[in-house]
């Protein structure tokens, strides 16, 4: 009894504590009641309903347990001691664990095909390029140009695809960990939080055009990083960038991040602030022209075509772009947008997709920047407080076009649609939650948060690897 009064008292104190538990146990009975109870409202969080009452059992014995501090003191004990006996070269290391990843990727591979995969395969012999996703599209018919001789199909084709851009994104993740922290035990938590987002569902073989997005978008926060420490100039983060934008269009909203970074860094004089736009500008101008020839003398045939789908690709219906984002009062296009802005329905489709591919995401970062708000702006490291300002200008543009933006599909259809944006915020709210966090707690924190993320993760992978429908409209692939 005295232990139990020892454990609540300490909880009591730390606010942080108690509330990371509290979201905890409350996301597991939310999960768990999910699972027996499936509706339209918890579609992100009830990938239990496919397994037995077993699988259930296990699932809360395990949300239990590692909350014991012995046993998280543990488990904890068990991955330092791991973490510190294991001393390889870093580079090679990363590549090893790289290629394990890839290994996994391919072999729990999903068999289910989400929202616009299906016409993606369907039409990849004929259909013209896709503006949303133009350079997507050319590297996706270049690979398939190469596989074809071993009788790939698109399917395969796309499946690799998104298994090898998700090592390349996981050997950037733990570069990204390396730069970000100096003790092991914290890049290895920071990167196992990265790696068990519901994001990573992408790099499972996920067909759709997100998943190279995605791994655009960690290059581009770590170019960044190496920009801010003065390991390269502002002219490799500007090239990653519209080559990312170039990967899908919705990277637009990243630019004000990429204007803040050449701001925030001190430079000497304004001429230095000039070249550093200048820079910006021409690597965006030069590399739009180039890719602006590429589709017109390779995709277009050096004519610009008449029919807007020819010109644009299935998404050239001639509509608004307004159309593409949902509307504060009256709906003025219905064959896109189906709520308006703070509908309920809405509200109910984002917090699912957040809940979905970042269980824990969201409420890491604005617990730990309200929690913490005077730390970070009293922080000394000028390195770390131009990284905070870069990651806010860029998770606040990314969460606004979310919020605006209207999905193509229903609901968990089209759950791969924003899921790149979790790990920008996971990636800021990990790294605040580390650095300020009462050290006496902050493993005992940060494995309850890992923990929630791989009872998450697992039947999310499962149930897309296994072909279980998530919805009526699923595509199901078998024998693959």
Same mark, same amino acid.
């Given at each position: 009894?005295?232990?139990?009064?020892?454990?609540?008292?300490?909880?009591?104190?730390?606010?942080?504590?108690?509330?990371?538990?509290?979201?905890?146990?409350?996301?597991?009975?939310?999960?768990?009641?999910?699972?027996?109870?499936?509706?339209?409202?918890?579609?992100?969080?009830?990938?239990?309903?496919?397994?037995?009452?077993?699988?259930?059992?296990?699932?809360?014995?395990?949300?239990?347990?590692?909350?014991?501090?012995?046993?998280?003191?543990?488990?904890?004990? !068990?991955? +330092? *001691?791991?973490? #510190?006996?294991?001393? &390889?070269?870093?580079? %090679? @290391?990363?590549?090893?664990?790289? =290629?394990? $990843?890839?290994?996994?990727?391919?072999?729990?591979?999903?068999?289910?095909?989400?929202?616009?995969?299906?016409?993606?395969?369907?039409?990849?012999?004929?259909?013209?390029?896709?503006?949303?996703?133009?350079?997507?599209?050319?590297?996706?018919?270049?690979?398939?140009?190469?596989?074809?001789?071993?009788?790939?199909?698109?399917?395969?084709?796309?499946?690799?695809?998104?298994?090898?851009?998700?090592?390349?994104?996981?050997?950037?993740?733990?570069?990204?960990?390396?730069?970000? !922290?100096? +003790? *092991?035990?914290? #890049?290895?938590?920071? &990167?196992?939080?990265? %790696? @068990?987002?519901?994001?990573?569902? =992408?790099? $499972?073989?996920?067909?759709?055009?997100?998943?190279?997005?995605?791994?655009?978008?960690?290059?581009?926060?770590?170019?960044?990083?190496?920009?801010?420490?003065?390991?390269?100039?502002?002219?490799?983060?500007?090239?990653?960038?519209?080559?990312?934008?170039?990967?899908?269009?919705?990277?637009?909203?990243?630019?004000?991040?990429?204007?803040?970074?050449?701001?925030?860094?001190?430079?000497?004089?304004?001429?230095?602030?000039?070249?550093?736009?200048?820079?910006?500008?021409?690597? !965006?101008?030069?590399?739009?022209?180039?890719?602006?020839?590429?589709?017109?003398?390779?995709?277009?045939?050096?004519?610009?075509?008449?029919?807007?789908?020819?010109?644009?690709?299935?998404?050239?219906?001639?509509?608004?772009?307004?159309?593409?984002?949902?509307?504060?009062?009256?709906?003025?296009?219905?064959?896109?947008?189906?709520?308006?802005?703070?509908?309920?329905?809405?509200?109910?489709?984002?917090?699912?997709?957040?809940?979905?591919?970042?269980?824990?995401?969201?409420?890491?970062?604005?617990?730990?920047?309200?929690?913490?708000?005077?730390?970070?702006?009293?922080?000394?490291?000028?390195?770390?407080?131009? !990284?905070?300002?870069?990651?806010?200008?860029?998770?606040?543009?990314?969460?606004?076009?979310?919020?605006?933006?209207?999905?193509?599909?229903?609901?968990?259809?089209?759950?791969?649609?924003?899921?790149?944006?979790?790990?920008?915020?996971?990636?800021?709210?990990?790294?605040?939650?580390?650095?300020?966090?009462?050290?006496?707690?902050?493993?005992?924190?940060?494995?309850?948060?890992?923990?929630?993320?791989?009872?998450?993760?697992?039947?999310?992978?499962?149930?897309?690897?296994?072909?279980?429908?998530?919805?009526?409209?699923?595509?199901?692939?078998?024998?693959?």
């Amino acid at each position: 009894m005295n232990i139990f009064n020892k454990y609540f008292g300490i909880i009591k104190k730390n606010k942080v504590l108690l509330f990371i538990i509290g979201y905890y146990l409350l996301f597991v009975a939310l999960t768990l009641y999910s699972g027996f109870y499936p509706r339209e409202w918890n579609y992100g969080f009830y990938h239990l309903k496919y397994f037995s009452l077993a699988a259930k059992i296990i699932f809360l014995a395990v949300g239990i347990i590692f909350l014991i501090p012995k046993i998280n003191r543990r488990a904890n004990e !068990f991955l +330092e *001691s791991t973490v #510190k006996n294991f001393k &390889f070269n870093k580079y %090679m @290391t990363f590549i090893l664990i790289s =290629l394990v $990843f890839l290994f996994i990727f391919w072999n729990f591979k999903s068999r289910i095909i989400y929202g616009d995969g299906f016409d993606i395969m369907k039409n990849f012999f004929k259909e013209s390029i896709i503006m949303t996703s133009p350079l997507t599209f050319v590297i996706f018919h270049q690979f398939q140009k190469i596989f074809s001789f071993a009788g790939f199909t698109p399917y395969h084709t796309i499946s690799l695809i998104s298994c090898l851009f998700g090592a390349v994104s996981v050997f950037f993740l733990l570069l990204i960990s390396d730069s970000l !922290f100096k +003790e *092991s035990i914290k #890049k290895v938590y920071f &990167f196992l939080l990265l %790696m @068990t987002l519901g994001t990573t569902q =992408l790099f $499972f073989g996920h067909v759709e055009y997100y998943t190279i997005f995605a791994t655009g978008i960690i290059i581009y926060i770590y170019t960044i990083i190496l920009y801010f420490k003065d390991k390269t100039s502002i002219f490799i983060p500007s090239l990653i960038l519209v080559l990312t934008v170039l990967l899908h269009l919705s990277a637009g909203f990243l630019i004000p991040s990429l204007i803040a970074a050449a701001l925030i860094k001190k430079s000497n004089n304004h001429k230095e602030l000039f070249a550093r736009i200048f820079k910006i500008s021409t690597t !965006f101008l030069v590399i739009i022209i180039l890719f602006g020839a590429y589709i017109y003398f390779f995709e277009w045939n050096a004519s610009i075509p008449n029919s807007p789908t020819d010109k644009y690709g299935r998404f050239g219906h001639g509509q608004s772009v307004f159309a593409r984002f949902y509307p504060l009062f009256e709906i003025k296009y219905p064959e896109e947008q189906k709520f308006t802005l703070f509908s309920h329905e809405h509200i109910n489709e984002l917090v699912n997709e957040h809940l979905l591919i970042a269980p824990f995401g969201l409420f890491i970062l604005i617990m730990s920047w309200m929690t913490y708000k005077k730390k970070i702006k009293t922080e000394t490291n000028l390195q770390k407080r131009n !990284f905070y300002t870069f990651m806010f200008v860029l998770v606040a543009f990314f969460l606004f076009y979310t919020f605006t933006s209207v999905m193509g599909f229903s609901g968990r259809q089209d759950w791969d649609q924003f899921s790149p944006v979790a790990l920008t915020y996971s990636i800021f709210g990990n790294m605040l939650l580390i650095n300020y966090s009462d050290k006496k707690n902050l493993k005992y924190i940060l494995l309850i948060i890992l923990v929630l993320n791989m009872l998450h993760l697992i039947p999310w992978i499962a149930s897309n690897h296994l072909g279980l429908p998530t919805q009526p409209t699923s595509s199901i692939m078998s024998n693959v």
